[in-house]
């Protein structure tokens, strides 16, 4: 978020100087190669005024903000408004001034292909990038920024598992770049896996027992590659990976996709959470069955942040000791038993969305505010529920927070 006020205006007057070509003179001079007017600038204020104009302006181009490509203080950049292909002449230009050398954040959200490698040109001269946010690239450009790139800890978006796959086959033979190992590790701390399998799958199950041991051992590996992973958003294809990542002692955030996975995965699933259940913070589940939620819970029991897209039930002798941590819920569908397993054991609650939580009517919202008051509500959003407008009034009356 941009600061207001009097800062704001300058930011706003300085970019609009760029565009105008105020400082035009100091492209045709040498001079600008070296020194940029904006390279004894803090950081911070050529990063704001790079994200003021990439926000205001419509077709900027490269040229426009070319004094604060080649300052040398830019820590983040995004690439997308720009047509890298139309200015390819320019951005090499910039490239060779070493503009980005304190670059630590790209990101691309173009679905487009091309100028792949001008990207991977890029990324390998960012010695001290730490977050890569780019769609569409292969798995060559990722490895060559996770072995290039010492301080790389994040890729937000691209699939890193084919990646990984390919540094394992550069190291057993011998070609890979040690400086980037830490015990032959690599510092991947935030990454995707398995959404090219997905999409090469055609969201469907694996239709061979090949595929599905080569998914396996693809997990297996960045498994083994990657053990300080702490964010991991996975798609997964066959039951047998998930107990892999019982090797992520690390691990605090699992966004899983179990929509496509063959077999009976659930026990698989509940034996992980049994496993790196206490480690957890937030936890993401996409599925299609309907899943225990007191399970999870009771495997989970530092867990501040529930998603569940999908359906969710509990046992109907499901008991804690009402300390559950949980700050928020999302959950698509909600049985009467899930229903009441929650919100009577989660006095922290304050975010609560529910699309269906047909089994909540007024008896039970009267039963659950006896023993808990969710005093700490802020926001709650149900679309289908039995609740009357009394059961309504009720709630917002009790809820002075919301």
């Known amino acids: 978020m941009l600061p207001s006020g009097l800062y704001r205006i ?77 200015e390819c002449d320019i951005f090499q230009k910039v490239m060779r001034s070493k503009g980005f050398q304190s670059l630590r954040f790209i990101a691309r959200c173009s679905n487009k292909s091309d100028s792949l490698s001008l990207i991977n040109t890029l990324i390998c001269n960012c010695q001290n990038l730490e977050v890569m946010d ?30 990984l796959e390919t540094i394992k086959k550069n190291r057993r033979y011998g070609i890979s770049i040690p400086t980037l190992k830490i015990y032959g590790h690599i510092r991947l701390l935030t990454c995707v896996w398995g959404r090219d399998d997905f999409r090469n799958q055609g969201f469907q ?30 798609f997964v294809l066959c039951r047998e990976s998930i107990i892999e990542l019982k090797e992520l002692k690390r691990l605090t955030v699992l966004n899983i996709d179990l929509r496509y996975c063959d077999g009976v995965f659930l026990p698989d699933f509940a034996e992980l959470l049994r496993i ?20 999870i819970c009771c495997s989970c029991p530092n867990l501040q942040a529930l998603k569940i897209y999908g359906k969710v039930t509990a046992s109907n002798f499901a008991k804690t000791n009402g300390s559950l ?17 929650l919100l009577p054991n989660c006095k922290r609650l304050a975010f609560f969305k529910v ?48």
């Open 134 to 163: 780019v769609k569409c690239v292969d798995r060559h450009i990722i490895s060559s920024a996770l072995e290039n790139c010492l301080k790389l800890t994040s890729v937000l978006y691209s699939d890193s598992l084919d990646a």
């Open 205 to 234: 199950k694996p239709d061979s027992r090949s595929s599905k041991l080569k998914f396996l051992q693809k997990v297996r590996n960045a498994v083994s590659l990657c053990p300080f992973v702490e964010n991991l958003h996975i």
């Open 276 to 295: 790196i259940g206490p480690q957890l913070k937030e936890l993401t589940v996409i599925c299609k069955i309907s899943l225990p939620v007191d399970i």
């Open 10 to 86: 300058c930011l706003q007057r300085i970019c609009e100087l760029l565009k105008e070509g105020t400082w035009k003179t100091y492209s045709t001079n040498p001079f600008w190669l070296h020194k940029s007017p904006f390279s004894d600038l803090p950081t911070e204020i050529v990063d704001d005024l790079m994200k003021f104009a990439q926000s205001h302006f419509e077709n900027l181009c490269i040229a426009d903000v070319l004094l604060l490509l080649t300052s040398g203080r830019l820590t983040r950049l995004d690439l997308s408004p720009f047509d890298l292909q139309k």
């Open 325 to 341: 941590l949980l700050e928020y819920i999302y959950i698509f569908f909600m049985d009467k038993n899930a229903v009441l397993f």
């Open 355 to 402: 699309c269906s939580a047909e089994g909540l009517d007024d008896n039970l919202l009267d039963r659950i505010m006896k023993i808990n008051p969710l005093s700490y509500l802020k926001y709650v959003e149900m679309t289908r529920s039995y609740l009357s407008k009394n059961g309504f009034r009720r709630l917002l009356k009790q809820e002075v927070s919301l």
